[in-house]
């Protein structure tokens, strides 16, 4: 059995339509999906807990996961909840994941703020020791491709798939993807990539 722990947005919580969507796709692909609520969102607050808090309450989910999910299990999210999950990855010790995840997924890295190009969020992403997996729309304002493709070719256990079209939340306009099979091929490249490695 393999399973990833999927952490929420900064927006919204693991009810999120998104959430939701992407969770039942990957279980109907192989993949066991755990989720869960940073603690501001299980206090009904719409402004994200300061990162201590948050790396704690990831780091707790970790320890009750790993105790009982047989096979390999995977650390990830989407745009926040990922980049949390790769700064615990980053951390050794009683400050990291422990042990280690076999791989972490990220659904729209935020590599920085949109239109702010030099507040960048990748300083942590070297010290990571496991496989890496980004899966980036084209349109992502957290990104650009080149920016990503960049960050990748300088983490030698990084793979990009660059999603044509997608923006943060990897959905291309309607008008080109009336059916939303974008992200339905993320979520196809995420339960391969994370099968190959488990």
């Not at 999906?33 to 501001?40: C, E, K, L, N, Q």
């Not at 096979?71 to 400050?95: C, E, H, P, Q």
């Not at 993807?177 to 488990?198: I, N, Q, T, V």
Request: charged fraction near 20%.
């Amino acid at each position: 059995m393999t399973t990833l722990v999927l952490a929420h947005g900064a927006g919204a919580g693991s009810s999120h339509p998104w959430m939701t969507r992407v969770a039942a796709g990957l279980e109907a692909r192989g993949i066991q999906v755990v989720t869960f609520d940073f603690p501001y969102i299980r206090a009904g607050k719409s402004v994200p807990d300061r990162a201590p808090v948050l790396e704690a309450a990831w780091r707790d989910v970790w320890k009750g996961v790993i105790e009982r999910a047989p096979g390999a299990v995977f650390a990830g999210g989407k745009s926040m909840g990922g980049r949390l999950a790769s700064i615990v990855a980053s951390k050794l010790g009683s400050d990291g994941f422990e042990p280690p995840p076999a791989g972490l997924v990220f659904f729209g890295y935020p590599l920085h703020p949109p239109a702010k190009p030099q507040q960048r969020r990748d300083a942590h992403l070297p010290h990571i020791r496991v496989p890496m997996l980004f899966l980036h729309g084209t349109r992502d304002g957290f990104g650009t491709p080149d920016e990503m493709e960049d960050l990748v070719d300088r983490l030698p256990n990084a793979t990009l798939r660059l999603c044509d079209q997608g923006d943060h939340s990897l959905i291309a306009p309607k008008k080109i993807d009336p059916k939303g099979e974008l992200l339905e091929d993320a979520m196809d490249f995420a339960a391969s990539w994370m099968s190959a490695r488990a």
